[in-house]
């Protein structure tokens, strides 16, 4: 699988590719997380993720269901400034996630070249944005798609809809460790046991 978080305020880095951002690429954002950066134009942030592998089922299936489950595994605390707001806030966060319709690599996808994806979400959530909470976000029409070959499996992007004013959910990709010492799984790695979750029942 491929994951990676794109981020307004830093629209030039690609946030997923572990060369170029060791520390950073085991992370997934969604919401709005300030920070003081010189230049910054926004806030937000969004999370990419696609399951490449649709191997497991079979062509001729018929799927019941898809959910697409991400689980909030880390809370920050808030910068002493000001410039940084406390994770996990408790309240309430709406979440969509869309279905994307132009091919991206995790290694080289940013906010200024976001792949594109249809407006209209394939589900919504709110949840109380507390840590360990999760989102099950029902995908079964488009992995239908993808299965039959009716359109090109480009995965999802989640988006906070509306924006928060200061709130984020931060979940955990596929990279399992991604430090300055380099990664274990590595890019297009199996996730790791917090990373995004797909759950296919079919007949």
Request: hydrophobic share 40%; proline share 6%; with cysteine.
């Amino acid at each position: 699988m491929q994951d990676a978080w794109l981020a307004e305020v830093r629209p030039e880095v690609g946030w997923g590719n572990c060369a170029n951002v060791p520390g950073a690429t085991y992370k997934l954002f969604v919401g709005n997380l300030s920070v003081v950066s010189v230049g910054a134009t926004g806030n937000e942030y969004r999370t990419a993720i696609k399951f490449m592998d649709l191997s497991a089922i079979p062509a001729n299936a018929v799927v019941d269901s898809a959910v697409l489950t991400i689980k909030q595994t880390w809370c920050q605390a808030a910068y002493a400034d000001g410039s940084v707001p406390a994770g996990c806030s408790g309240a309430s966060l709406t979440i969509q996630a869309h279905q994307v319709t132009t091919p991206w690599d995790e290694r080289y996808t940013r906010w200024m070249d976001m792949p594109g994806f249809l407006a209209v979400p394939l589900d919504t959530k709110t949840i109380a944005n507390t840590l360990g909470a999760t989102l099950d976000f029902d995908i079964t029409t488009a992995y239908r798609e993808w299965l039959m070959g009716v359109v090109p499996n480009n995965g999802v992007i989640l988006i906070a809809n509306p924006l928060p004013a200061n709130d984020f959910f931060r979940g955990r990709s596929h990279d399992t460790v991604c430090e300055a010492g380099g990664c274990s799984g590595g890019q297009g790695s199996p996730p790791g046991a917090d990373g995004p979750k797909l759950t296919v029942t079919w007949h």
